[in-house]
T-cell receptor, first 110, second 116 residues
Framework: GQQVMQIPQYQHVQEGEDFTTYCNSS?????IQWYKQRPGGHPVFLIQ?????EVKKQKRLTFQFGEAKKNSSLHITATQTTDVGTYFC??????????FGQGTRLTINP | NAGVMQNPRHLVRRRGQEARLRCSPM?????VYWYRQLPEEGLKFMVY????????ESGMPKERFSAEFPKEGPSILRIQQVVRGDSAAYFC??????????????FGPGTRLTVL
């Protein structure tokens, strides 16, 4: 079945460094969504990308959707301690169902 | 507008007991999803429901687990005869009625189930 893979599984950075997580799907996606989960918290929706090659920005976060609509990335510029958490990508499978990647857990040294 | 509500937030059960987890979707949302998350792992889809209908239960274990979303009241995830391996965080998410495509899912705070 459809799989959504994320790398890396863990990433530790110094505060102020950049961070990138990558998401790859075994099949073409109609859209991709990104969520953030703080330690001990619940997933919170960040953004949805729909168009091939789409790039969206939210302050220090940049989201990209690949031309083939099979991969995506999230890049954080100049990380802050508030960026700590696990970032998940998710792609649709069937009607209204999402398949989540394993997540990338970001920790930051202040 | 209240978000997705789940209760209890923490639930402790002994092996063999039953666990009942409740989820009230956001106002105006008619789609409910249940996910399980083991420590340090991702979200595993369990079941997708609309009012009075199970749409997709492909992620539900065949035995001991059941889910419902009645016409009135919250969605219930029921685990019978719990075992230690059922210990996990169970998240409920909801989305609005969609005219097409995949809607954003709004997650509740989760129920942390511990089986002793």
């Amino acid at each position: 079945g459809q799989q959504v893979m994320q790398i890396p599984q863990y990433q530790h950075v110094q505060e102020g460094e950049d961070f990138t997580t990558y998401c790859n799907s075994s099949t073409t996606l109609s859209n991709i969504q990104w969520y953030k989960q703080r330690p001990g918290g619940h997933p919170v929706f960040l953004i949805q990308l729909v168009k091939s090659g789409e790039v969206k920005k939210q302050k220090r976060l940049t989201f990209q959707f690949g031309e083939a609509k099979k991969n995506s990335s999230l890049h954080i510029t100049a990380t802050q301690t508030t960026d700590v958490g696990t970032y998940f990508c998710a792609g649709p499978r069937g009607a209204q169902k999402l398949v989540f990647g394993q997540g990338t857990r970001l920790t930051i040294n202040p | 507008n209240a978000g997705v509500m789940q209760n209890p937030r923490h639930l402790v059960r002994r092996r063999g007991q039953e666990a009942r987890l409740r989820c009230s979707p956001m106002k105006g949302h008619s789609h409910v999803y249940w996910y399980r998350q083991l420590p340090e792992e991702g979200l595993k889809f369990m079941v997708y429901l609309q009012k009075e209908n199970i749409i997709d239960e492909s992620g539900m274990p065949k035995e001991r687990f059941s889910a419902e979303f009645p016409k009135e009241g919250p969605s219930i995830l029921r685990i019978q005869q719990v075992v230690r391996g059922d210990s996990a965080a169970y998240f409920c998410a909801s989305s609005p009625v969609s005219s097409g495509g995949t809607d954003t899912q709004y997650f509740g705070p989760g129920t942390r189930l511990t089986v002793l």
